[in-house]
């Protein structure tokens, strides 16, 4: 399974984190590259952070190609310029997109004290689940951080998938999942030769194997 993970599409409607503009992508770009992973048979697509344009651009290209997506919202930006009003957030669903917790303040959630852990592991999803009237068990980890720590306690609150930034394939039922982020200067052709056909040359030559084996049989 490859994940592959969007941030913001088109122009920014709030003020950036530092860095964060690496992460956004051109609206025509937005579309090439969505065109490209719907040719994808093992691809699952997400988008981080709960900007304005998970609604605006990816939630309409999404249903011209008939794909589905998880959508991990920023509890506490949530009715802020530039984010995803709580409508928003119900469209999303009623449209059969996956919503998921992505905390409540856009923090690494290494190193927290309980009071923080709280917020941002628990309320955080608890607003996400009134707003969407069902259970929220999908949780990325804001930056891609996360230590053993942190999935402890992720598991003790009974997340039923965990998502990180570790530009690695994944299991499909693995509790873990792995995650490319599209980057700005990404095209369909770098992600066909960075994350699809790499790996594939791998299978292939294991293909090859299974086939020299079934002849020596
Ligand atoms: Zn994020």
Known sequence: MI???????????????PGE?????????????????????EVRISFDDGNVSDVTDALPALLERELTADFFVVAGRLDTPGS???????????????VGTHGMWHRSWRGMDPVT????LVT??????????????????????????????????GYQRVFTSDRRRARPDAWLQPRFSVMQPD???????????????????????????KRLR
């Not at 995803?84 to 996956?98: K, S, W």
């Not at 852990?117 to 941002?120: D, F, S, V």
């Not at 949780?139 to 230590?147: E, K, W």
């Not at 030769?193 to 294991?206: D, F, N």
Request: charged fraction near 30%; proline fraction near 5%.
């Open 21 to 41: 503009d690496r992460y956004w992508v051109g609206t025509g770009q937005f579309h090439q590259i969505l065109d490209e992973l719907s040719t994808w048979p």
């Open 187 to 213: 095209t369909p052709e770098s992600l066909r030769t960075e994350i699809r056909v790499k790996p594939g040359v791998v299978r292939r030559a294991q293909a090859g194997l299974v086939g020299v084996a």
């Open 84 to 98: 995803l009003d709580r409508d928003d957030v119900r469209a999303l669903r009623e449209h059969g997109m996956r």
């Open 3 to 17: 994940n592959i993970c969007f941030h913001g599409v088109g122009t920014p409607q709030r003020e950036l984190e």
């Open 117 to 120: 852990r709280e917020r941002e």
């Open 124 to 157: 955080a999803r608890t607003v996400l689940a009134e707003l969407t009237g069902g259970p929220v068990d999908l949780a990325a980890c804001p930056l891609g951080s996360y230590d053993r720590v942190v999935l402890t306690h992720l598991r003790r609150l």
